[in-house]
């Protein structure tokens, strides 16, 4: 078992990488009642072409298996694992994103127990024709509760318009239509492909003893047999650079309209060091100009297009990045405008090495107060370990950029075909 | 675990000082409550955004954000709330903990400057606040107003407790009121201001690892002087008849909501018994709603129910397809029948027990949740600790959960559903 010390945040990890390839990660923190345990695999909403394991040919599944299987992995055979959990006081939860799929409780006692039920039924899969129909129902009713929200909406036309083929334009949760292509065979197959041990991270933070639960988790582990751990190969389309639609326009009952405006990032760097780089470059660009203390902010503000709900909001992934920038406004068009003028306007002159100096402060700042959360903690820790990136090591290389870095970044960071706008309006006849 | 809780009456405030090593932050949440009123809502929904747009000498917002930069991202929050029948108005700085950041010091100091000057040197001109920004605020707070109608479910249940509380306090909104916003001037709503300031109920928290830090002489200065006011009262009703509303909207998705009056507060005895009433009846994935409505039906993909603490109510929610409701209804209705006869199991009793300790300990490990704790025990002006109330959850009996549940009324069915429903019935 490694030990890590991460001085200046007063943290410690514990990892082991098991012979299956499970990668394990503990976070002791005595402080704290509770232990936060998240069981996390590399496999989410974008992976829906791939060649199944012991197969030879690529196959292409239905839109929202990631996040179906994610609903049908808490039913067994004989009984729903949420009421395992409930039996041993905890309360437990899963998540679906565009490149993860991630089950977790939290508990403030009987952890051992908790934790071998989160491992064992994330490893034991049970689907039946009969439980993947049920679940249609209440999917299409979680489908339709994220069609009435004008952010969700205004979110996913924004990746739409990006892209033209990758496939993190689909909604994760597939569409009612989707869904019902779904059956029990393609759970399996995408479960045996992607559930892999190595395939995953296992992150345990809290009142816990690191070695009482690396030995735990090793003998779990020693009792069961996977395939010998290979390779995924996932198929992606050709990407072009530019935007697929450079506005689009969702129509559906609003109060206020909405305009958001989409960056396409085009190159996603392999290298960790790079890869957190481009991160937080790009987030104190977003920062400089959108943030409540942004120079762009402020114009706006002025003019009275935005209020509250304004954001701006940076993803970078396995092989897609975008930001998105927007929120309510009266005059849509108008707001689109001028943010992506704002975008195209930035240079050197309006971002001073005094301006960058008090947003690295405040990011520094930001991370530490994150850091009270559990959640946080294992949640980054598990999203960037499965990026190969250690996260409590990146924050050194936060706190070593430097002005030249950002200046250097911007020059080439975007050009208008990166740019698409979605605009969310009432139907007119509404009036 | 060791956390360490004093509470000590100063000249015209209370102090709560939590000392904990759980956290790289310190807090400091200034909580000012008063009685809710359709007079005075709108200006203490307004005043945060006005608050929040500058000081004499930060005379912007950007100046202002800029400024809580430079203290390493210190967080300002100020926001109004209700619990029961009482506002408040919380004025909330989270500040990194300075052992944390090589070379800083006196960071909390610093804070506490930056909120005096933010509660005492605003922006004025003449007797008011700045014009152009309340102006300006008013549009903001308007469209956050608006907004409310796009997250259906909250719509719901505002509009809900609304119908049912009508005649109560509790009905007004929290957001405040469009039509009473262009009645306010800057001169009234800093009068107002100052009114809050010396007037209303104010309790001071400070959490953190603080023991070394000689908080309780620091933040004395940011009170002015003020008599310390008394904590007004809620009121609790009995249902004398219940009602059905049904409202139409463009909508995909259904929301049908119960409002119940428990009767139950957080000062009774019963109040242990009702949290674990509200676990075994909707408020976990192993709750009756849950199982009944969406895993055994597969009608919807949430239905809950959750307690309020200060009024006595408690409310259920489901989203649905329009054409289930009767069928929803019949289930989520059937779940309150079967908790009054008692029919869950002793094993269930126990785990939802269980569960929630876990829940308030869990709230217990993040600083919000242990200031919101806190404070709901001084707004009901009681001595039972967050402590003590766990201990009393874990000695509820199967048989005061069967009292819970038949004093627990039904007042209120409300569906929102689409206008096609409408159509339908036609």
Request: hydrophobic residues 35%.
């Amino acid at each position: 078992m490694k030990h890590k010390h991460y001085q200046q945040i007063e943290e410690h990890i514990y990892s082991e990488t098991l012979d299956n390839g499970l990668r394990v990660y503990v976070l002791p923190k005595q402080e704290m009642a509770k232990t936060y345990a998240i069981f996390t695999t590399n496999y989410g909403s974008i992976d829906q072409s791939f060649v199944p394991l012991g197969k030879s040919e690529t196959e292409t599944v239905p839109d929202g298996i990631a996040h179906f299987l994610e609903h049908k992995l808490f039913e067994k055979e004989d009984r729903d694992v949420f009421q395992d959990f409930s039996k041993a006081g905890a309360s437990a939860n899963a998540f679906t994103s565009f490149t993860k799929t991630a089950y977790l409780f939290s508990a403030t006692s009987k952890i051992n127990e908790n934790l071998t039920t989160l491992i064992d039924f994330v490893q034991d899969p049970y689907f039946s024709e009969a439980s993947v129909e049920k679940e249609k129902g209440i999917i299409t009713q979680e489908i339709k509760m994220y069609d009435d929200q004008p952010d969700w909406r205004a979110f996913f036309g924004t990746i739409k318009s990006l892209y033209h083929h990758h496939p993190v334009q689909i909604d994760i949760a597939g569409t009612v239509e989707s869904i019902q292509e779904i059956t029990k065979d393609d759970l399996y197959t995408c479960y045996h492909t992607f559930y892999h041990p190595s395939n995953m991270v296992l992150f345990i933070a809290g009142n816990v003893d690191a070695d009482e639960i690396m030995a735990l988790i090793k003998e779990n582990q020693a009792g069961k047999e996977f395939a010998p751990p290979s390779d995924i190969e996932r198929n992606f389309p050709e990407e072009p650079q530019t935007v697929a639609d450079k506005e689009v326009t969702v129509k559906m009952p609003v109060s206020v309209p909405k305009a958001l405006v989409g960056i396409k990032e085009l190159e996603i760097p392999e290298e960790p060091e790079q890869f957190m780089r481009k991160e937080w470059l790009t987030d104190i660009i977003l920062d400089h100009l959108f943030s409540r203390s942004g120079v762009a902010y402020e114009r706006l503000y002025e003019t009275g297009l935005i209020d509250q709900s304004f954001s701006s909001e940076n993803h970078l992934d396995r092989n897609f990045g975008f930001c998105i920038v927007g929120g309510n406004t009266k005059e849509p068009e108008k707001l689109a405008s001028l943010i992506k003028q704002e975008l195209l306007d930035l240079s050197a002159d309006s971002l001073t090495a005094e301006h960058f100096e008090r947003i690295k402060r405040k990011k520094i700042g930001q991370l530490l107060r994150a850091m009270n959360s559990l959640e946080f903690i294992a949640n980054q820790y598990s999203h960037y370990q499965l990026l190969n990136i250690d996260f409590f090591d990146s924050i050194t290389w936060l706190e070593e950029l430097t002005y030249d870095d950002v200046t250097a970044f911007l020059d080439s960071w975007i050009t208008e075909d990166q740019l698409s706008v979605c605009m969310v309006k009432g139907e007119e006849t509404e009036r | 675990m060791d956390t360490l809780e004093k509470v000590i009456p100063k000249n015209g405030f209370d102090l709560h000082l939590l000392h904990t090593k759980k956290f790289k932050t310190i807090h400091l949440s200034m909580k000012f409550t008063t009685k809710l009123t359709r007079e005075n809502v709108t200006k203490r929904a307004l005043l945060p955004y006005v608050l929040q747009q500058g000081t004499a000498n930060l005379p912007t917002a950007t100046k202002l954000r800029q400024r809580l930069d430079e203290l390493y991202g210190t967080v300002l929050a100020v926001d109004t709330s209700k619990k029961g029948e009482h506002h408040i108005l919380t004025v909330r700085l989270e500040l990194a903990n300075e052992q944390y950041i090589a070379g800083e010091q006196n960071l909390l100091d610093k804070g506490i400057h930056f909120l005096k000057e933010l509660l005492y040197q605003p922006k004025l001109e003449g007797q008011g606040f700045d014009p152009k920004i309340v102006e300006r605020e008013k549009a903001t707070l308007q469209s956050k107003i608006e907004a409310l109608k796009e997250d259906k479910m909250t719509l719901a249940n505002t509009r809900m407790i609304e119908e049912m509380c009508k005649d109560e306090a509790y009905h007004l909104r929290v957001t405040g009121y469009e039509e009473d916003l262009s009645a306010i001037s800057p001169e009234d709503l800093y009068q107002y201001f100052q009114e809050i300031l010396t007037e209303d109920h104010l309790d001071m928290f400070v959490l953190g690892d603080i023991e070394e830090l000689a908080v309780e002489g620091k933040v004395e200065e940011l009170v002015i002087p003020r008599q310390q006011a008394a904590i007004t009262n809620t009121t609790l009703n009995t249902v004398e008849e219940q009602q059905t509303i049904v409202e139409y909207d463009d909508i995909s998705q259904a929301k049908l909501h119960f409002g119940y009056r428990t009767n139950i507060t957080y000062n009774d005895a019963e109040y242990p018994a009702l949290h674990v009433f509200n676990g075994l009846f909707g408020g976990f994935p192993s709750s009756k709603l849950f199982l009944n409505v969406r895993e055994k039906n597969s009608l919807a993909y949430y239905a809950a129910s959750r307690i309020e603490s200060h009024k006595g109510l408690m409310f259920v929610f489901s989203g649905i397809a329009p054409g289930q409701y009767q069928r929803a209804k019949d289930i989520i209705l059937e779940q309150m029948e079967d908790m009054r006869q008692g029919n869950f199991t002793d094993d269930a009793l126990h785990e939802t027990i269980e569960m929630t300790i876990n829940q308030l300990r869990e709230t217990l490990d993040s600083p919000q949740g242990m200031i919101e704790l806190h404070y709901q025990r001084v707004l009901a002006q009681s001595t039972l600790s967050p402590e003590q109330l766990l201990e009393n959850v874990q000695h509820v009996t199967r048989e005061q959960v069967i009292e819970v549940a038949n004093q627990v009324q039904l007042d209120t069915t409300y569906l929102l559903t689409s206008k096609e429903a409408k159509a339908d019935e036609a």
